[in-house]
């Protein structure tokens, strides 16, 4: 084994399941699901080719749990929203699980920064406020990408139009659509689910005060902020029962603000932190560009440490995690319990196995071309059953209800 790395190929036990490692994969948006939300074959040997490479848990990329209320935040997103859904990620937990690696789905809403062109006719996204997302979609508008992705034509920014605040009615359907996602997750073979609080996707809007501005039980500090995530593990606990794995992501900097922060910055953390005690989850999971990097004036101490120590909670921690000992520091430090690792994944499938090793290696640069067509298992997927991209940038087209079945 590689030296001083006793501590990131120890075993652990997170709720019920007994994990080899404390290795995780973090979840990694590719946007490679047909057109409908459907996983496809490729997407089986890309999970199934990491979890040979050794990881300890694997967490997918973001999934729309239904088509409501602007739920689906980008094209060719994966869903796991019907029976369909259900069946194609089946062959994705049986193709992670051969190698006995657990695996978590992520659930999503993508709030205020859904891409307008998933947002059905006549309607606005949604958010904790009403309020405008100043970014735009991602992806799209780069010659690099276009090309990657055979691309051809103009492509445009395509910008986020206003949203509306959720009424408690709606916040209370919301959190229903996520058990319902989660129950069907655990149908099609997951061993939990991942709750997207984190990367300026819905729940976050809710947790950041910057996006959040509601007066109701919905907002006004870090307890009400939190309340919606919190009750959103509650369905799902209820949903799927104690046995299978909740996860709660957490950031402060988002899709359409790289460099996000809370404002109080760890007094913040720390009431965040102590409103999550008593969540319905088995372990929160911090991301970000780099994990030490907490943005606060009123202290250097990093702010999965804070969380982890004021919550109570089990820690997984992201963020500038690229060889060994930064997985140790995360260990050592106590800033967490598992380490999530990402951008190396997609060219490094085998990278735990590397690291172990112990030997000199060099890393390859990250490029969004290993997004698109990483290495994967062709035994699954030969020679990549990428589907078929229809991203026409005009953004003024919107989905009609039933587009999942046409």
């Not at 057109?35 to 496809?40: L, Q």
């Not at 995690?321 to 690792?341: F, H, M, P, Q, R």
């Amino acid at each position: 084994m590689g030296a001083g790395l006793d501590r990131t190929f120890s075993p652990y036990r997170l709720g019920a399941l007994d994990l080899a490692n404390r290795l995780v994969m973090a979840p990694l948006t590719r946007q490679c699901a047909h057109a409908d939300g459907t996983p496809t074959d490729e997407m089986a040997a890309y999970y199934a080719r990491r979890a040979r490479g050794g990881l300890g848990l694997i967490i997918t990329e973001a999934t729309f749990e239904n088509d409501e209320l602007g739920c689906v935040a980008y094209l060719n997103q994966p869903g796991i929203a019907n029976a369909k859904h259900v069946a194609a990620w089946r062959k994705v937990t049986d193709a992670v699980h051969a190698h006995k690696v657990p695996i978590l789905l992520q659930l999503m809403h993508g709030g205020r920064v859904s891409d307008p062109r998933c947002i059905h006719e006549g309607e606005s996204p949604v958010s904790a406020s009403d309020t405008q997302s100043p970014g735009w979609v991602l992806y799209t508008d780069t010659d690099e990408e276009k090309h990657n992705r055979g691309i051809t034509g103009d492509w445009p920014k395509v910008t986020f139009p206003p949203a509306r605040a959720l009424s408690l009615d709606e916040i209370s359907r919301v959190a229903d659509g996520f058990a319902e996602g989660a129950a069907r997750a655990v149908e099609a073979g997951f061993d939990g689910v991942e709750i997207h609080g984190a990367n300026g996707y819905l729940l976050y809007q809710f947790i950041h005060p910057k996006t959040n501005h509601r007066t109701d039980e919905y907002g006004g500090s870090a307890a009400n902020n939190v309340r919606f995530a919190k009750l959103v593990c509650e369905r799902v606990r209820k949903a799927i029962g104690p046995e299978k794995i909740i996860t709660l992501r957490l950031s402060q900097d988002g899709v359409d603000d790289f460099t996000g922060a809370w404002p109080g910055g760890l007094a913040y953390a720390r009431a965040v932190g102590e409103a999550l005690a008593d969540i319905e989850a088995d372990t929160l999971h911090w991301s970000s560009f780099a994990w030490k990097d907490n943005r606060a004036s009123d202290g250097s101490t990093p702010i999965p440490h804070v969380i982890r120590k004021h919550s109570g909670k089990p820690m997984i921690v992201n963020g500038g995690i690229a060889n060994g000992a930064d997985s140790e520091e995360v260990l050592a430090t106590g800033a967490g319990d598992l380490v999530a690792v990402g951008r190396p994944l997609f060219a490094h499938p085998d990278w735990p196995h590397i690291i172990r090793s112990g030997a000199q290696y060099t890393w390859t640069p990250f490029n969004r071309r290993y997004v698109i067509k990483p290495p994967n298992d062709l035994a699954l997927a030969y020679p990549s059953d990428l589907p078929k991209l229809d991203w026409n940038p005009d953004f003024s087209r919107r989905r009609k209800p039933g587009w999942m079945n046409s």
